[in-house]
């Protein structure tokens, strides 16, 4: 199994650039969500879903947008980048979180380290 | 609303020794717990996890984790350090029985475990 793919690694943005971050799962799980990992703030929570056609905020949702069209896929857009979203974003994605589901420990990606200029 | 709180950003053993990574937690029901350990350049990956029962959990690499409910901790515990263990520590809680089942996770601790 792949678990949780992230592409691309490394991407370079000018200021007001837009950009799609992908990320896919081939373990069949409904629950996925986006991290950004900042020096000492540890992991903070941009969007998540509970399932396809299902998205929600996290607790840093400016500038992003999110959609969940499939179970397997979960694009992160930046829509008009800034040098505050200089960052290494994590996709990951669990089982579910209802019931018994919410024990369930995440998977994460690689991660996409985003520089912008 | 849920917090973690890892007090220590570094932490320093010599191989060998016995190490403790420290986690409290706040959550208004009961909660899950989780620890993750990160490698340079990678992702989070999970250790182990407290969900009912006995205290002492057992995880991967030989890790274990103690759970105390009127201390609210959740701390990582290794009997030997080695110096592979040297990496970024993650402690994360969700609290049960939410519909959004989000995760809170803490700002990290880097160990050191020098030879």
């Known amino acids: 199994n792949a678990g949780v793919t992230q592409t691309p690694k490394f991407q370079v943005l000018k200021t007001g650039q837009s950009m799609t971050l992908q990320c896919a799962q081939d373990m069949n799980h409904e629950y996925m969500s986006w991290y950004r990992q900042d020096p000492g703030m540890g992991l903070r929570l941009i969007h998540y879903?509970?399932?396809?056609?299902?998205?929600d905020q996290g607790e840093v949702p400016n500038g992003y947008n999110v959609s969940r069209s499939t179970t397997e896929d979960f694009p992160l857009r930046l829509l008009s980048a800034a040098p505050s979203q200089t960052s290494v974003y994590f996709c990951?994605?669990?089982?579910?979180?209802?019931?018994?589901?919410?024990?369930?420990?995440?998977?994460f990606g690689d991660g996409t380290r985003l520089s912008i200029l | 609303a849920q917090s973690v709180a890892q007090p220590e950003d570094q932490v320093n053993v010599a191989e060998g020794n016995p190490l403790t990574v420290k986690c409290t937690y706040s959550?208004?029901?009961?909660?899950?717990l989780f620890w993750y350990v990160q490698y340079p350049n990678r992702g989070l990956q999970f250790l182990l996890k407290?969900?009912?029962?006995?205290?002492l959990v057992k995880g991967s690499y030989g890790f274990e984790a103690e759970f105390n409910k009127s201390q609210t901790s959740f701390h990582l515990k290794k009997p030997s350090a080695l110096v592979s263990d040297s990496a970024l520590y993650f402690c994360a809680v969700r609290e049960r029985n939410t519909n959004a089942g989000k995760s809170t996770f803490g700002d990290g601790t880097t160990l050191t475990v020098k030879p």
């Open positions: 990951a994605s669990s089982k579910g979180t209802g019931g018994s589901l919410g024990n369930q420990p995440q998977h």
């Open positions: 879903s509970v399932g396809a056609g299902i998205t």
């Open positions: 407290y969900i009912t029962g006995d205290n």
């Open positions: 959550v208004s029901g009961n909660p899950y």
